[in-house]
Every structure is written in structure tokens, then in C-alpha cells.
């Protein structure tokens, strides 16, 4: 299908099967809605949107103007990261009284580096059902396109401000076999992409995906140590909210190789091959022996 050319018809029974579906009253949804292609909506959300007393929402002006495409009007609750708690039991109260109520963020799955999840746990906690309609994740949707196998992967979400804590939160992460996914904002991501080279070494794989799913997106793999390149090539890369994704870690044996050889590396530039591997036993915990042969095969191949 060319872009010029209509959308499909959607016939009467797809339509009426979404309408039969069972939508108890009383009940939290959980509506998944577009992380940027307008058209990335499920039909059964959007029949979900039409039918409940409310929605509740991260911001009610992005909210009434994405309503607005889909010609929903309803009213709005303004549910964000402060007043989370404070909304969850209205929310309870109205779900008590037999009423539907939506849940929203501004793109994307409510409550995975959203707001949502205190207002699911107040709801759950009171005995009351909580139905997810699943739909667009900027996470796994990056992870789908990235090409990196590996069966398990560890969602992260946004790393801390501060860089001391951010590094740590990496350190931590540094063993762990999957891959591993954050979020970014533009103006960190060239921070970020340092951080992860002093923590991770050049040769780990990154995927950078850019305005997932909206006009200008870029999803691009390579080594760590050609992504600050690939970032400074086009000014533009600096904008756009950000998936990033890091290989899994290699397994255990070679995970220790990779830590000595990081280590070593560093210190040989100042130091010795017996004060290297000295210091590097230390730092690592791995045997002094074993570090000073590596120092030295190290220190003969430079």
C-alpha cells in the first residue's frame, strides 16, 4: 500500500466483535495509547475510550487533544507523579460505585517510566480488577528492531540524574546476561553514551533508537566506542527522546577476561606490569597470579 492510498476497510464483523466484548463495570483499564504514529492504536482501545465514564490521564491537554483525532470526548482526571496517590483513592471511589474509568499516559504503557502504577496498586490492593489493553512500548518496540538475541532482557527505564549515582546504577548492571534497556532525554544522551563507555569498554554493542515510531526515526547499532561519533555526525541526534539498548554481558568466564583486561588496561598506562596486576587484584577481587600474566601478555602485544 502506497501512502496516497486508504486505509482498509474494516468490516462490520471485526466492529461488532470488538463491541460483544465483555467490559465489566467497576473496573480499572489500562489503555495503551500511541508513543507517536497516530495510528498506532488498537481498535479494541479505542471502542474502550468511547464506553467509560472516564479517563484518567498523565497530562488532560495532551490527552484532550489526542481524543480529539479519534473524535472521543470524555471527561478527564489529571493523574501525574504527584498527585498520584491523592487520585488513586477518587478513582477507587468511583470504580466503587460501578463506574468504568481509563487509564492513560501521555504515550505509551501506563506505569513503565510512567505514572500509573500507585494508582494500580490502590486499586488491586482493594480488591477490585484491573484490565490491561495492551498496545504500543517505545521499549519493546526498540528491542524488536535491535537484533540483539539474547532470550531475556532487563528493563531499566531512566538512570539517575546525578552521575555518581548514575555510574553506580551501571557498575550494577555490568554482569547482569540480557539485554539491558533504558530511556533518555536528548539533552543526557551524550553524557549517557560516555558513561556507559567507561563502565561497559568500547566493544559492547548499543542500540540507539530515536523517535521511535514518529517521523524521523533512527535506529542505529554499533560498538560502543563509534556511538559519541554516530551522535556528533548530525546536530539533529542531539533532540528526540531516546530507547537505548546494551548488549547482554558475555558469559561468566569471559565477563572476568573483559573486567581484567578493562582494569588493566587503565593501570598499565601508569604503571608497572607487577604494580598493574597488584592493584588490579584489589580493585577486582581476581587473582594476582592470573592478573600479572594477562599484564604481561598485555603489556608485550601493545
Request: glycine content about 6%; proline content about 5%.
Amino acid at each position: 500500500m502506497t501512502s496516497s492510498e486508504s486505509v482498509p476497510f474494516i468490516s462490520t464483523s471485526i466492529a461488532d466483535a470488538v463491541a460483544r466484548q465483555n467490559y465489566p463495570a467497576g473496573t480499572l483499564y489500562v489503555v495503551a495509547t500511541p508513543i507517536g504514529n497516530i495510528a498506532d492504536i488498537s481498535l479494541r482501545a479505542l471502542h474502550l475510550l468511547g464506553i467509560v465514564d472516564a479517563i484518567a490521564c498523565e497530562d488532560t491537554r495532551n490527552t484532550s487533544q489526542l481524543l480529539s483525532r479519534y473524535g472521543v470526548d470524555k471527561p478527564l482526571i489529571a493523574a501525574h507523579q504527584h498527585n498520584e496517590r491523592e487520585v488513586a483513592e477518587k478513582i477507587l471511589a468511583r470504580l466503587q460505585t460501578g463506574e468504568r474509568i481509563a487509564l492513560v499516559s501521555d504515550a505509551g504503557t501506563p506505569g513503565v517510566s510512567d505514572p500509573g502504577a500507585k494508582i494500580v496498586d490502590v486499586i488491586k490492593l482493594a480488591g477490585l480488577p484491573v484490565t490491561p489493553l495492551p498496545g504500543a512500548s517505545a521499549a519493546i518496540s526498540a528491542l524488536s528492531a535491535s537484533g540483539l538475541i539474547q532470550d531475556r532482557f532487563y528493563f531499566v527505564g531512566f538512570l539517575p540524574a546525578k552521575a555518581g549515582q548514575r555510574d553506580s546504577t551501571l557498575r550494577d548492571l555490568l554482569h547482569i546476561q540480557a539485554t539491558l534497556i533504558f530511556y533518555e532525554a536528548p539533552h543526557r544522551i551524550g553524557d549517557m553514551i560516555q558513561a556507559l563507555l567507561d563502565v561497559f569498554g568500547d566493544d559492547r554493542r548499543i542500540v540507539l533508537a530515536r523517535e521511535v515510531s514518529k517521523l524521523f526515526e533512527e535506529i542505529h547499532r554499533c560498538p560502543l566506542r563509534e556511538a559519541p561519533a554516530w551522535l556528533a555526525a548530525d546536530e539533529h541526534r542531539e533532540k528526540g527522546e531516546y530507547v537505548v539498548l546494551i548488549d547482554a554481558a558475555p558469559a561468566a568466564e569471559d565477563a572476568t577476561e573483559q573486567e581484567s583486561r578493562r582494569v588493566l588496561s587503565i593501570l598499565l598506562e601508569e604503571c608497572s606490569v607487577k604494580q598493574a596486576a597488584s592493584l588490579a587484584a584489589q580493585i577486582t577481587g581476581f587473582k594476582k597470579n592470573a592478573l600479572y600474566q594477562l599484564a604481561l601478555e598485555m603489556k608485550n602485544s601493545a
